[in-house]
């Protein structure tokens, strides 16, 4: 299991080089590295309500799902999407989706390829999660 430290230090670390005027956590698992990468970008801050796996990432549904309305203007903004596990990318593509109006959003994730990453690993375990 990574430390919380090796996390800090590779947010720390990371480089991105363009800027963003958001930065939007995939819930739930995106909040907590979306907080702190946020520290680092002094961004707004907002939470995308997506559910498609349990905690212990079993499939619930066959596409993701959006749990709560968008209540952010996103149109035209440049957007961080964080989120913490990637593996088939289908929560990534669906956010995308709902934020087509933005004028640019990458994503960035703790574990699994995205347009910025900090792991790539099959077996990753976070230091945050209490079980």
Do not use: H
Not at 80 to 92: A, N, S
């Amino acid at each position: 299991m990574k430390s919380f430290e090796d996390i800090i230090e590779r947010i720390s670390n990371i480089c991105i080089n363009e800027e963003f005027d958001l930065v939007v956590a995939i819930a739930n698992g995106g909040i907590i590295p979306a907080a702190m990468i946020n520290q680092r970008l002094g961004c707004e801050f907002y939470i995308l309500k997506l559910n498609l796996r349990d905690a212990m990432q079993n499939k619930l549904y066959d596409k993701p799902k959006l749990l709560q309305e968008i209540e952010f203007n996103f149109k035209g903004k440049r957007i961080l999407l964080v989120d913490d596990r990637v593996k088939t990318g289908t929560t990534l593509t669906f956010a995308k989706e709902l934020l087509s109006e933005a004028s640019n959003v990458k994503t960035l994730a703790v574990n699994g390829m995205a347009d910025y990453f900090l792991y790539n690993e099959p077996c990753f375990r976070f230091p945050w999660l209490l079980k």
